[in-house]
């Protein structure tokens, strides 16, 4: 009744015969006055017969010092006075149960707040170290980079991982510009791909352009619109409608029509992302086509399988050296390289890892080049090794195409840090420059003899 309003004083509250309020309409008026409990009871006594009898005093429990948090503490509460009591060794045993669980659930309790405590420790720590670390990078590294970024020191910060607040400026200065691209030739070819995706989206009778058919021109966009919406799809900023989304179409378009010779690939988008992350739009492109245009990705993304096939054998190779072990059981079950390596070289374990610890190989990446893609590669082998020697070829490929999310970067980095880039005193360039030099050999060796 007193939902909306208060109650006028010309209202007699003793008149009965007045309708009731419910929320949308009237309801029919009360014929009979609220009953007390009591006379409730009494009625429902008549009516049945039964007399109502409270518990004893023994029933009830005595001196709680506080509610007990589940049923498994009604193993203290008396039986009721229809059913034999306890005796004192069930009661007693009972008290013991109780107590073993109550002490189980604060030792449990007491150890979470540790291991929280313990996170937050670190993370302050890492935060502190975050901090430190940019104001030697941005006072004493950047401003004088040519110089120092050589040094002992300055490697040994860059291994801890980049603060993010540089991380884009030392990626943009450590992949360089070779190719001499101008964020006014990024703003001409993204212009060149708007024309394109308008003209395409209005009719497809053109024959060729610039040595590539329309069709396989119209399949390379749309697989770029397809990819961008699989994108670190949990983040959800470069799907339709984020806000990360035209800025990643922009930046991929502009590459097809840069480098029509090499088109989009998959897999792109997932580099392009993660520098559109850390850099300016223009700054992002250029960084994109200088990553792309080193001799590995080069050689991914042009689908050159002789070069692949080079990597591949070089990254056998310190396999066995590391991983003798693991690397006999891949081979009784002949699994290759090519099933795991293509996706964690094609993204540069941006889509296979957390992004955060993608970032961190990254750093690395721009520090030490094409190497330390297939020297994580062995440090993942190396961090699951015991896991991958009890699995067969299908678990094995099945794992190693999607790795755990609960990879650690202090675990990792140490397993990376474990693997020795040097067979027979032969570091990974040597190594991969004699395999080139014995594919050329062998490719004069089995060509026909000229005729004279």
């Known amino acids: 009744r007193n939902f909306f309003t208060k109650r006028t004083k010309e209202l007699k509250p003793a008149v009965q015969s007045a309708p009731g309020w419910k929320l949308f309409g009237k309801v029919p008026p009360r014929e009979n006055l609220p009953k007390d409990s009591k006379i409730i009871q009494q009625e429902y006594e008549a009516r049945t017969g ?28 008396d039986r009721p006075a229809n059913l034999p009591a306890k005796s004192v060794e069930e009661a007693l045993r009972h008290r013991q149960e109780y107590d073993e669980m109550v002490a189980e659930a604060k030792k449990r309790e007491i150890k979470e707040a540790h291991k929280r405590k313990k996170i937050m420790r670190e993370r302050f720590k890492q935060e502190e170290n975050i901090a430190s670390a940019m104001v030697i990078w941005v006072n004493e590294i950047l401003p004088n980079w040519e110089g120092m970024r050589a040094t002992r020191r300055v ?14 400026k030392v990626w943009s200065l450590a992949v360089g510009n070779e190719l001499n691209i101008t964020p006014e030739l990024y703003e001409i070819f993204l212009s060149r791909a708007k024309e394109r995706w308008k003209s395409f989206s209005e009719t497809s009778t053109e024959n060729d352009i610039e040595g590539a058919s329309v069709a396989d021109r119209e399949a ?3 697989l770029i619109k397809l990819d961008i919406s699989r994108t670190f799809p949990s983040l959800y900023i470069f799907q339709k409608g984020g806000p990360y989304h035209d800025l990643l179409h922009s930046v991929l378009g502009a590459y097809t029509c840069y480098r029509p010779d090499v088109g989009y690939v998959q897999g792109m988008s997932f580099i392009a992302a ?29 689908v050159d399988h002789s070069m692949m096939l080079k990597y591949f054998a070089a990254f056998e190779v310190f396999f066995e050296e590391n991983l003798p072990k693991l690397f006999l059981h891949f081979k009784s079950y002949s699994l290759t390289p090519d099933i795991y390596l293509i996706d964690w070289i094609f993204t540069l374990y941006s889509k296979s890892l957390p992004l955060d610890l993608a970032c961190r190989v990254w750093d690395v990446f721009c520090r030490d080049g094409e190497e330390f893609l297939f020297r994580t590669g062995l440090g993942i082998l190396r961090l699951y090794e015991d896991i991958l020697l009890q699995m067969d070829f299908i678990h094995i490929a099945q794992f190693l ?11 990792l980095f ?6 020795q880039m040097q067979n027979s005193n032969k570091k990974w360039a040597q190594v991969f420059a004699s395999l080139m030099k014995d594919n050329k050999e062998g490719d004069k060796n089995h060509s026909p003899a000229p005729k004279s």
């Open 220 to 222: 390379s966009l749309e």
């Open 414 to 419: 140490s397993c990376i840090a474990a693997i």
């Open 155 to 168: 490697r040994e910060l860059w291994w801890q991982g980049l603060p993010p607040s540089v991380r884009g």
């Open 274 to 302: 993660v520098l559109i992350l850390n850099l300016e739009e223009a700054d992002a492109f250029i960084a994109f086509a200088n990553l792309l245009n080193k001799p590995c990705q080069l050689a991914f993304f042009r």
């Open 50 to 77: 039964r007399m109502y009898k409270p518990p004893p005093p023994s029933a009830r429990r005595k001196n709680i010092e506080f509610e007990p948090l589940s049923t498994t503490a009604l193993i203290l509460e």
């Open 401 to 411: 195409t999607k790795l755990p999310e609960d990879i650690t970067s202090e675990k």
